[in-house]
């Protein structure tokens, strides 16, 4: 709920009160929201599902390889489908390029967090995160039969790869909207071109919540 809350202020209906007193400062407890608690609540499930069984490592490398590659599906499909949007628009003339270029209400808000977010990125996320998930566990196929206590089928690592993307990408926007709100490009200086150290992790900050609860299932 922390999270949802942190994303309203990019709600249409709520931008139009971003130099109200009242609404700064909901902005400055929104922050200091994430940063105690989403940043420590994150890292604290990340060390259960670490410390969970003697199957930690595999835990955390599935977390791991779903989230990340989640995050790289969705740059190179966003990238690669708004470049070939983009020289079709060029080929068509100036009425229909305005018409497509009309946003709809999820693309507006993905925009007013972070510029740079399409909707090709996100469905490319949704796509790569059950595929992920799929391909994961295969690699420990031959040197291990006890796959089937937490992998039962395709379906349920398909459903986990989607309910991690899904998670990966709203810790990804809410850590976007601080630094958005907070008028910063960067979360820290510590990794230069990689946003810093936050952007690296806080897509995995969210998805550690839910992959924790998964196993519990």
């Given at each position: 709920s922390g999270i949802l809350l942190r994303l309203l202020p990019h709600?249409?209906?709520?931008?139009?009160?971003?130099?109200?007193?009242?609404y700064n400062l909901y902005l400055t407890i929104q922050h200091y929201q994430f940063g105690l608690l989403y940043l420590s609540i994150g890292f604290h499930f990340l060390l259960q599902i670490a410390v969970s069984d003697d199957r930690g490592a595999y835990h955390i490398g599935n977390l791991l390889f779903v989230v990340w590659m989640s995050d790289t599906g969705a740059l190179i499909f966003g990238r690669v489908m708004k470049s070939i949007t983009t020289r079709r628009q060029q080929q068509q003339n100036q009425a229909e390029s305005k018409h497509n270029n009309q946003k709809g209400f999820v693309l507006e808000c993905l925009q007013s967090i972070s510029p740079g977010k399409t909707m090709y990125g996100l469905f490319g996320a949704i796509i790569t995160g059950p595929i992920s998930a799929i391909l994961y566990p295969m690699a420990f196929a031959s040197s291990s039969n006890e796959l089937s206590e937490v992998d039962n089928t395709l379906a349920q690592r398909a459903?986990?790869?989607?309910?991690?993307?899904?998670?990966?990408?709203?810790?990804?926007?809410?850590?976007?909207?601080?630094?958005?709100?907070?008028?910063?490009?960067?979360?820290?200086?510590?990794?230069?071109?990689h946003g810093g150290v936050v952007d690296?992790?806080?897509?995995?900050?969210?998805?550690?919540?839910?992959?924790?609860?998964?196993?519990?299932?």
């Amino acid at each position: 709920s922390g999270i949802l809350l942190r994303l309203l202020p990019h709600l249409p209906m709520c931008q139009q009160k971003v130099k109200s007193v009242e609404y700064n400062l909901y902005l400055t407890i929104q922050h200091y929201q994430f940063g105690l608690l989403y940043l420590s609540i994150g890292f604290h499930f990340l060390l259960q599902i670490a410390v969970s069984d003697d199957r930690g490592a595999y835990h955390i490398g599935n977390l791991l390889f779903v989230v990340w590659m989640s995050d790289t599906g969705a740059l190179i499909f966003g990238r690669v489908m708004k470049s070939i949007t983009t020289r079709r628009q060029q080929q068509q003339n100036q009425a229909e390029s305005k018409h497509n270029n009309q946003k709809g209400f999820v693309l507006e808000c993905l925009q007013s967090i972070s510029p740079g977010k399409t909707m090709y990125g996100l469905f490319g996320a949704i796509i790569t995160g059950p595929i992920s998930a799929i391909l994961y566990p295969m690699a420990f196929a031959s040197s291990s039969n006890e796959l089937s206590e937490v992998d039962n089928t395709l379906a349920q690592r398909a459903m986990l790869g989607f309910i991690l993307a899904i998670a990966g990408i709203i810790g990804d926007l809410a850590e976007s909207s601080v630094k958005r709100l907070s008028t910063k490009k960067d979360s820290g200086k510590l990794l230069p071109g990689h946003g810093g150290v936050v952007d690296r992790f806080d897509s995995l900050l969210s998805s550690a919540v839910v992959y924790y609860y998964w196993m519990s299932l």
